[in-house]
């Protein structure tokens, strides 16, 4: 299972010289109040309204440029064009979210058929596995990019937003990380590998109490902070997220994130959002606004990370994305994956697009919503 928003899940880290905006940082959208001069050989780019993004191309030196709506009286705003298409992330982008998303990595860029669909209906890309942390740092001090770096560029060069995935996880862990006991050289390990990119996936267990790992077995709870404290201090512009699976509900485990997350939160803001992974079976949707509004509650925003839906049913997507349009911090859905034959769950067809790459029902049912 991939994950996420883990979520951890954060925007890919940019660096920072100065008070210029590093390579991948924010530089720009509604709501952003942070520097919008990109570094040299970095341009603000546009991503939608929410987001523009300093990528590697033509220098700038100055503020990315703006578009100016009519008003019809008072102060006259700035901001970026809409999403334009009439693909599942120009729709939902018209509702006043943020973006719909789906997973991907080098793989599949090179099937022509995923790559169309990815171009004409997402409007971000989380990497399934090439940023986990035995993909990313498979031998101490020893960095990998290459997977990641293919996926980052054809993003960058297709309009598209990334979302990093996933530093602090029990799972897919490197033998070396594993066997750390000592609480100093863990320490030292997160913040290296955090510096290199971002944040915390999967750390509850299903009574809300914290999972077992090298990570709280050595640090206890306070691995969640030091993890996040860590992503901050590399970007302190960075949209920093938790991610968990099982959030479907308001259950004992929602509760257990939300705590959590004001618990982490208490002197000073770290975690920006709570993404909720959401691999439903048939029919399992009919906690999701509930489980929504209570991880809202955290006063953090919310995503949808990784949405899959066993059999794909046409209700069960509506309810989902109704959801998330009823509830005003929910901000983004990502689905987890393009079409059933690339899913980790291809027997339970749970994708919007079959294993030919033609939209199913649910896929129709949902553009019906949002317009």
Not at 267 to 285: K, P, S, W, Y
């Amino acid at each position: 299972m991939f994950k996420v928003y883990s979520l951890v899940l954060l925007a890919v880290a940019a660096q920072r010289v100065t008070a210029d905006v590093g390579v991948w940082g924010q530089c720009g959208g509604i709501g952003y109040s942070g520097e919008t001069t990109c570094v040299s050989g970095a341009t603000c780019v546009y991503q939608n309204d929410w987001y523009s993004q300093c990528l590697p191309g033509a220098a700038t030196t100055a503020a990315p440029t703006t578009v100016a709506p009519t008003t019809t009286g008072g102060a006259t705003p700035t901001q970026n064009p809409p999403a334009t298409g009439s693909g599942l992330h120009a729709k939902f982008v018209a509702k006043g979210k943020q973006f719909w998303g789906s997973c991907a990595d080098s793989a599949l860029l090179n099937k022509p058929s995923n790559v169309a669909i990815l171009r004409s209906d997402f409007g971000q890309v989380t990497p399934e596995n090439s940023m986990k942390w035995d993909s990313l740092q498979p031998n101490r001090g020893t960095f990998n990019f290459g997977n990641a770096d293919t996926l980052v560029n054809w993003a960058v060069s297709n309009g598209k937003l990334i979302r990093g995935h996933t530093l602090v996880w029990h799972s897919q862990l490197p033998g070396w990380v594993q066997g750390i006991n000592d609480r100093t050289t863990l320490t030292s390990v997160i913040n290296t590998h955090i510096a290199t990119w971002d944040v915390v996936n999967e750390c509850l267990n299903e009574d809300g109490t914290m999972r077992r790992s090298v990570f709280f077995n050595v640090l206890g709870e306070s691995f969640v902070t030091l993890a996040f404290q860590a992503a901050r201090a590399a970007d302190s512009t960075a949209k920093l997220y938790i991610n968990d699976y099982n959030l479907d509900y308001n259950n004992a485990k929602t509760q257990g994130i939300v705590a959590l997350t004001r618990r982490v939160n208490t002197n000073g803001r770290l975690i920006d959002g709570i993404g909720t992974q959401m691999h439903l079976e048939a029919g399992g949707v009919t906690g999701v606004l509930a489980a929504l509004t209570a991880l809202a509650g955290a006063d953090v925003d919310v995503a949808i990370t990784e949405l899959d839906i066993k059999g794909a049913a046409s209700n069960d997507y509506v309810t989902v994305v109704r959801a998330c349009l009823q509830t005003p911090r929910c901000l983004a859905i990502t689905t987890w994956g393009v079409s059933d034959v690339d899913s980790w769950r291809a027997s339970n067809t749970p994708l919007l697009f079959d294993s030919n790459y033609r939209p199913k029902a649910a896929y129709n049912a949902v553009i019906s919503a949002l317009s």
